[in-house]
């Protein structure tokens, strides 16, 4: 597994993801545990502008030195196998129906 994606999945595990709109990137956090990237930068008193011009690279690496200035591990080491498991490829088509209003389940 490349760096790129245990940084992307090790962002899933504390809680927060990037989501692209307006010509920027966006970090959102969830409130969660202690290991959310939420309550770690409250925790150390960090603040975080969640506003990133340069691109998922660049969130990613602000997430890091965020994390480090809390002496907390980076993006890539909060990646858990056991937790976030890649399984199989492939389709479970018995996930996927049609009904009147279409969406999420």
């Known amino acids: 597994m490349d ?20 010509g920027h990137i ?11 990237l939420e309550n770690i930068l409250q925790e150390a008193s960090i603040l975080l ?6 691109g998922v690279l660049e969130a990613l690496d602000t997430i890091d030195e965020a994390l480090r200035l809390a002496d907390k591990p980076s ?13 199989e490829a492939g389709v479970d088509k018995s996930r996927i129906g049609r009904s009147g209003k279409g969406g999420l389940m």
């Open 3 to 22: 760096k790129l994606t245990e940084r992307l999945l090790g962002l899933m595990q504390i809680g927060a993801r990037l989501e692209a709109h307006d």
């Open 26 to 36: 966006w970090i959102y956090s969830d409130e969660g545990d202690d290991d959310f």
């Open 75 to 87: 993006l890539a080491t909060h990646y858990s196998p056991e937790m976030q498991f890649l399984g």
């Open 49 to 54: 502008n969640n506003k990133i011009y340069g």
